[in-house]
């Protein structure tokens, strides 16, 4: 990984702030972003989530949120992404989530500069927007794990709540058994009525 950190912190720049969001393409379910201030000294593994197994996810996930300076999540809903697009309600989600930025006591932390996975935001704070930055930069990797893992556990819970359509499996992504289930079934309420206009196509 690219030491995109070390050039803020040479600049005495502490507090740098990895953002990620994860369930941006799903069908079904919130886009939830994930914003991570780590310390100096890195946890070992860490990686794009992705190209992480489950378990690995789980693991690094517990590291990240015990180590970390602060972490915030922002969660924006189906309803809303399909009034306003998924683009803006990623990066309110995104700016959602700085706004939440909680150290373990607490207190809000106000970081001193945003590293963004390919998104620019409407933001005063320093930003600065990476592609693949999720494979590229420790503090993104970090939001990607945190984004993942607590989305994946909330795919767990709606999969309850609507028990037959394996959000637990698939995620709300749009999977061929997906498309089989919503084809048989029709759509829940959390899934995003906008990304479902050419269903009619899927027979």
Request: aromatic residues 6%.
């Amino acid at each position: 990984m690219i030491e995109i950190e070390k050039n803020y912190y040479d600049k005495g720049l502490d507090l740098v702030c990895g953002i990620d969001e994860v369930g941006r393409g799903c069908l079904f379910g919130d886009v939830v972003a994930a914003a991570v201030i780590m310390p100096k000294t890195r946890i070992p593994g860490v990686n794009d989530s992705k190209k992480l197994t489950e378990l690995r996810r789980a693991e690094l996930y517990d590291k990240i949120l015990s180590s970390c300076v602060a972490y915030g999540i922002g969660i924006m809903d189906s309803v809303t992404i399909d009034k306003i697009n998924i683009k803006m309600a990623t990066h309110l989600a995104m700016l959602l989530a700085v706004q939440n930025l909680r150290a373990k006591d607490g207190s809000k932390v106000d970081p001193n500069v945003l590293l963004i996975d390919a998104e620019h935001l409407e933001t005063d704070i320093p930003q600065e927007s990476i592609v693949k930055g999720d494979e590229k930069v420790y503090s993104i990797a970090c939001a990607s794990i945190v984004a993942k893992v607590y989305r994946d556990r909330l795919c767990e819970k709606w999969g309850k709540e609507y028990p037959g359509y394996e959000i637990e499996k698939h995620k709300g992504y749009g999977t061929k058994k997906h498309r089989e289930i919503l084809l048989e079934k029709g759509p829940t309420p959390h899934h995003r009525k906008s990304f479902l206009k050419n269903m009619e196509n899927w027979k």
